[in-house]
């Protein structure tokens, strides 16, 4: 299973964490520019969340959305994200 994490500059600290954890269970984490994989991670925040709501929704890869929106308002990104991460995901 390939698992990736969509490139968003304002989230690369996330990035590098998630990805810290991931290889220590096993797992590589690849940037991508859009979706692509089995499984995709998006850290959304209330300014990038409506950029990248309909690319969630509509990608055959199953979505994992965190961050700051996700955690505020994740009945709203439950309704277009396969899994929902509140709080800290790393």
Same mark, same amino acid.
């Given at each position: 299973?390939?698992?990736?994490?969509?490139? +968003?500059? @304002?989230?690369?600290?996330?990035?590098? !964490? *998630?990805? $810290?954890?991931?290889?220590?269970?096993?797992? +590589? *984490?690849?940037?991508?520019?859009?979706?692509?994989?089995?499984?995709?991670? /998006?850290?959304?925040?209330?300014i990038?969340e409506?950029?990248l709501?309909?690319? &969630? @929704?509509? !990608?055959?890869? &199953? !979505? +994992? @959305?965190?961050g700051?929106? $996700? !955690?505020?308002?994740?009945? %709203?990104? @439950? $309704? /277009?994200? %396969?899994y929902? +991460?509140?709080? =800290?995901? =790393?």
């Open positions: 299973m390939k698992f990736n994490w969509r490139l +968003i500059h @304002a989230a690369r600290n996330s990035y590098a !964490t *998630l990805y $810290a954890v991931c290889e220590q269970s096993g797992f +590589i *984490l690849h940037p991508v520019k859009e979706p692509a994989g089995d499984v995709i991670c /998006y850290s959304l925040n209330s990038n409506p950029f709501k309909n690319e &969630i @929704a509509d !990608t055959d890869c &199953i !979505t +994992i @959305a965190g700051p929106h $996700a !955690t505020a308002c994740y009945q %709203d990104v @439950a $309704a /277009y994200a %396969d929902v +991460i509140v709080g =800290e995901g =790393e």
